[in-house]
């Protein structure tokens, strides 16, 4: 039995005071309800240290939303693993679709912060998905077998053990127009199939798989009641605590 994960991206929401707040606020949403949902919230870079003092002795993970493969070094205005380790990350979204459509990320660059991530010792949300372009021509499930076997490649089992994987279609982000249940449950089921290919039927069977994509309290249950559906990764929504915890009760 996994346990479900609901994660929310704050993208490039939320200076240091309006963090705070919505931070306390999802704390005292949170408080005695004993839920058995793993929640992670990933907020911008400038607020992490922050959140990280106001999640103390709480049941709430932090995550980044992206960092660099090195180290350290010459390599202007990036953060390391290093860094989101020392400000209490546990988390990093890799490869999600803005940063693959606006910042160009390849498949290649995504793997190499996998890599990263996980010789840290942190715990990386693969994001993947196709555009409605690649849905229209029937390309599904050959573009998210591509993004995992290229984000994936030599990475081990063991050095996955921690992975989580994002199904999140590009169509479906801040669009306001989810995939149906049934749309997301068949690629999640074809993505658990490909894992089991590559690594073993023990990991895919463990691996948590979240969706992501316009996901609201309206929908969250729908979604969630799926075989496959392992939590969610929440955008627009996680912005206001209400609407986070009750898609975060909905895991339940
Ligand atoms: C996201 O940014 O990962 C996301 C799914 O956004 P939204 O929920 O706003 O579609």
């Known amino acids: 039995m996994r346990t479900k994960v609901v994660a929310g991206n704050w993208k490039m929401n939320n200076d240091i005071n309006s963090s705070v707040t919505l931070i306390n ?25 922050t959140a990280n003092v106001l999640i103390k002795d709480t049941p709430i993970k932090l995550g980044a939303q992206n960092m660099y493969f090195e180290t350290s ?3 202007t205005g990036e953060i390391s693993p290093l860094m989101l380790k020392s400000v209490g990350c546990e988390y990093v979204i890799l490869g999600h679709s803005e940063r693959r459509t606006i910042f160009l990320e390849s498949n290649q660059l995504i793997n190499k912060k996998i890599k990263s991530a996980v010789a840290s010792g942190l715990k990386p949300i693969f994001c993947i998905g196709e555009t409605l372009e690649e849905r229209e021509k029937g390309e599904t499930f050959k573009v998210v077998e591509t993004q995992i076997r290229e984000g994936l490649a030599d990475l081990t089992e063991d050095e996955l053990k921690n992975l989580i994987i994002a199904y999140e279609p590009v169509w479906a982000i801040g669009t306001g127009r989810n995939a149906t249940p049934e749309q997301a449950e068949e690629v999640h089921k074809f993505i658990r199939e490909l894992i089991t ?38 955008g627009g929504a ?13 895991a339940q």
């Not at 606020?25 to 240290?49: A, D, H, M, R, Y």
């Not at 996680?238 to 909905?250: R, Y």
Request: aromatic share 8%.
């Open 73 to 75: 070094g010459a390599f």
């Open 197 to 234: 290919q590559i690594y073993s039927k023990e990991f895919a069977e463990k691996l948590i798989i979240q969706y992501g994509g316009s996901v609201k309290p309206e929908n969250s249950k729908d979604l969630m009641l799926q075989p496959d559906i392992d939590g969610a990764l929440v």
């Open 25 to 49: 606020e999802i704390k005292k949403g949170l408080n005695q309800k004993n839920l058995n949902v793993e929640v992670i919230i990933c907020p911008p870079f400038t607020s992490l240290e």
């Open 238 to 250: 996680c912005l206001k605590a209400d609407s986070f915890i009750k898609i975060i009760e909905s």
